[in-house]
């Protein structure tokens, strides 16, 4: 029978996922700055804790995780040449029409519901913080960070909509 994960099953996964995302050159402070961004033109005084606090809520849902080590996974195989054809081509060159790297962020931004996929729609198009950095830096040939950005960007989005939830909710 197919045993659950436990809470603390989940709290080595979370630090699984933020040393992986280190690795990638991420860490939670910068995603924090980036919901900071996003949220504090609507929310007087919300400081920088507050946000890195939501962050780390994020981090810690399983789906979130699952979701995270999925896309960096596909990233890393794909700049060691380890896919097959044509998906190697299409992940490596973060082909414009491909679109499934913004649908697995979606499983991250769905965890807080519907008000996390404006945040998502709105950041992805903004390049805000250090996802413009991995556009930048992904574009060289020895580098794909085609989930990464999106990963990011997901996960400040459903930190800024964990606030929201957690003040309105
Ligand atoms: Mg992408």
Do not use: W
Request: charged fraction near 30%; hydrophobic fraction near 40%; aromatic fraction near 6%.
């Amino acid at each position: 029978m197919e045993r659950s994960p436990s809470r603390l099953e989940d709290l080595d996964k979370r630090n699984v996922v933020v040393e992986r995302m280190r690795e990638r050159g991420v860490d939670l402070n910068s995603i924090a700055a980036i919901t900071l961004d996003l949220q504090s033109p609507y929310i007087e005084g919300l400081d920088f804790e507050t946000c890195l606090d939501h962050v780390e809520r994020v981090v810690r849902k399983r789906e979130v995780q699952h979701a995270i080590l999925t896309g960096l996974e596909l990233d890393i195989l794909a700049e060691k040449d380890l896919l097959s054809e044509p998906l190697a081509s299409i992940i490596k060159n973060d082909y414009g029409l491909y679109g499934i790297d913004e649908i697995l962020a979606l499983a991250i931004v769905n965890v807080y519901g519907s008000i996390g996929f404006t945040n998502f729609g709105y950041v992805d198009k903004k390049k805000m913080g250090i996802i413009k950095d991995l556009d930048i830096e992904g574009k060289k040939p020895d580098k794909c960070h085609t989930f990464l950005d999106d990963i990011v960007g997901a996960i400040a989005a459903a930190a800024a909509s964990s606030i929201i939830t957690h003040r309105y909710g």
